[in-house]
């Protein structure tokens, strides 16, 4: 379309006005008549098109502001949200348009509505965020025009505006209701008693079944001449350090994702649960050098303090010092504390450099080394093969897949505990873990 005036422009609808007064004069040939009724009909569509360039509405009564976004998460649909006010006497159509977005994938191109006179109107258009971080929305392109429909109108408007992405928490409420006080998880994930397992003594109690028989207490059960059961609470306040390896390895993708996507969004999941059992929660995120760390910190501000920093953080291309985060963690948590290590490996030798470096903390904390496996390798192992080259695929996949083992070996002989699963089921398999470590009173 042609501009008219300045940010005036024809509408499809006088588009087609205009082609069909074309069409009927063009039919002048086999009768004046036909000539002269398409004359008239062009000059009363023009006479019509004045009319509505000067009936408006203009920009100055068309206003428009961006309502609050909240934050969003990751690969989750949301919607960004718009209040447009029509402040002219008229009825007015209106149409909206955002400047491309860092981040954000708009799934609807255009969002157009009809607005009353003096009334306002909320809109919205759907996006669906594929990365973290910060997202900086911009300008606004909004289009409208009278109930004439001749001549469009077209303004940018500025909204600036930076929202956050956050990783995807939603496994955590969506494998079952989380409670503060009694319990931790109500149903989906391991259940997980705040009394009965534990080292810490909270009561006696005479013997029932389903009681286990390391829990009788046989002094008391002697002076009361019947079966007495200790029950213990789980420890509180103990510390949860996250450590998030950032550098090379962790920028590999699995499924469209980065593992460092991953381990984030399971390393807030758990910090979720912790906070849940009063659990203070730490964080260090390192490359070649530390990157970001909290001390450990109980209650929401641990929470929120581990989410502020770690949302937006950003895989490097450069090789991990493990040796200087481990320092790190070694100076500065003295009490006991469970140490869970997002990284990855693919062979022995990555493995043993870990070990060298990790028998510092394995002395006095309990370690949880947390890695992801790609599910390409299974793929290829248990796809029957059809042409030499995937029989190719497969020898190779058995030696990655043997050498992980080793790796995985190596590290539960010096006494760190490991996960290993696809990148998928991490945040089940993480919380999952420190249930039962929780359970057992491990810490």
């Known amino acids: 379309m042609r501009a008219l005036w300045l940010n005036a422009w024809f509408s499809p609808r006088c588009f087609w006005a205009m082609t069909m007064c074309a069409a009927i004069i063009a039919l002048g040939s086999i009768s004046a008549v036909t000539l002269w009724l398409g004359a008239l009909l062009l000059l009363g569509l023009l006479l019509l098109i004045c009319v509505d360039f000067a009936i408006g509405p203009t920009r100055d009564q068309i206003v428009i502001k961006r309502l609050e976004t909240g934050h969003l998460s990751l690969r989750v649909d949301a919607h960004l949200r718009y209040n447009v006010r029509n402040e002219s006497n008229r009825w007015c159509r209106v149409g909206l348009l955002e400047a491309p977005i860092a981040r954000l994938e708009v799934l609807d191109d255009e969002v157009s509505a009809a607005i009353p006179p003096r009334s306002s109107l909320d809109v919205q258009r759907g996006v669906l965020p594929r990365s973290r971080g910060r997202a900086e929305l911009g300008a606004v392109y909004l289009w409208f025009e009278n109930a004439f429909g001749l001549i469009r109108r077209r303004e940018r408007f500025d909204l600036s505006e930076v929202i956050r992405i956050y990783p995807d928490l939603s496994l955590v409420q969506r494998y079952g209701k989380l409670h503060a006080r009694n319990r931790l998880i109500d149903a989906g994930l391991r259940k997980m008693r705040l009394t009965g397992v534990g080292t810490e003594l909270e009561s006696l109690r005479e013997w029932s079944d389903g009681d286990q028989f390391r829990a009788i207490n046989w002094k008391a059960s002697a002076r009361r001449g019947k079966l007495i059961v200790t029950h213990y609470d789980v420890e509180r306040s103990q ?20 593992k460092l996507d ?91 450099t870990i070990l060298l470096e990790i028998g510092v903390l394995v002395r006095r904390h309990l370690v949880l080394c947390v890695l992801m496996n790609d599910t390409a390798i299974e793929t290829a192992l248990s796809a029957a093969p059809h042409q030499p080259r995937d029989v190719y695929r497969a020898a190779v996949a058995a030696g990655l897949a043997e050498e992980r083992r080793s790796a995985r070996a190596i590290l539960t002989r010096a006494g760190v505990r490991v996960i290993d699963v696809p990148a998928p089921k991490l945040t089940v398999a993480l919380i999952d873990a420190y249930l039962e470590i929780k359970q057992r009173g491990l810490l």
């Open 262 to 352: 991953y381990a984030i969004t399971a390393a807030l999941s758990v910090a979720t649960v912790a906070e849940l059992a009063n659990d203070k929660i730490g964080f260090v995120a390192f490359a070649n050098q530390i990157i970001s760390a909290g001390a450990p910190r109980s209650g929401k501000s641990g929470l929120s303090a581990a989410a502020q920093q770690l949302y937006e953080l950003e895989p490097r291309f450069e090789e991990s010092d493990y040796a200087r985060a481990f320092l790190y963690v070694r100076s500065h948590m003295q009490k006991r504390s469970l140490i869970v290590l997002f990284t990855d490996m693919f062979d022995p030798v990555s493995a043993a």
């Open 239 to 258: 510390n949860v350090m996250l450590l998030l390896d950032c550098g090379r390895l962790m920028s590999s993708r699995i499924d469209e994702q980065r």
